[in-house]
């Protein structure tokens, strides 16, 4: 559910009414990992707990770096696609749009900080990719759950 409240916040929401969603987040992250490994050793016999263990690991770490990837992604094609009407909401000239968009593109930034229209046309454009991550991060999370529910039963195994 923080991943939701998260997608929430706006560009200019303070630090102080995030903190808190941030540390729920995380807090919700740690607890999940001690018993996903219990669940994964309960489930099998003593002789085969290592190789549980280990596709846990495995599965984790597999996990981190898609869904790293897949939302840095996401956030990105996000922003792009959103800058160009921010830019236009915030009445930035067409040549400067299109300096943006380019700049944007590359992941170059000028020499000079950009105008305030600009900045904030920026702020907003990355702030709507941020929340389309967040928002597909808690669908999963909350699929993942469900189905943790509904399948992951507790079998006593025979020695």
């Known amino acids: 559910m923080a991943s939701f409240a998260l997608a929430a916040q706006g560009p200019t929401t303070p630090f102080g009414h995030r903190w808190p969603l941030l540390a729920l987040f995380g807090a919700a992250c740690a607890l ?4 996903a490994t219990a669940a994964a050793l309960a489930s099998v016999a003593p002789a085969r707990a290592g190789m549980a ?4 690991n495995a599965a984790r770490q597999v996990g981190s770096v898609l ?18 009407d921010r ?3 915030h009445q930035v000239a067409e040549p400067a ?7 944007a593109t590359a992941g ?13 046309a920026l702020a907003e454009a990355l702030t709507a990719g941020v929340q389309a991550g967040l928002r597909v991060n808690g669908i999963v999370f909350l699929a993942a759950a469900l189905l943790a529910l ?3 039963r507790n079998r006593p ?3």
């Open 53 to 56: 263990s280990g596709a846990v």
């Open 87 to 89: 830019l236009a909401a």
């Open 67 to 84: 869904g790293s990837s897949l939302l840095g992604t996401l956030l990105t094609t996000t922003m792009l696609a959103e800058l160009p």
């Open 157 to 159: 195994h025979q020695n």
């Open 97 to 103: 749009r299109a300096a943006v968009r380019a700049a």
């Open 108 to 120: 170059t930034s000028g020499s000079q900080p950009p105008a305030a229209p600009v900045q904030a």
């Open 150 to 152: 509904t399948l992951v």
């Open 32 to 35: 999940v990992v001690a018993p």
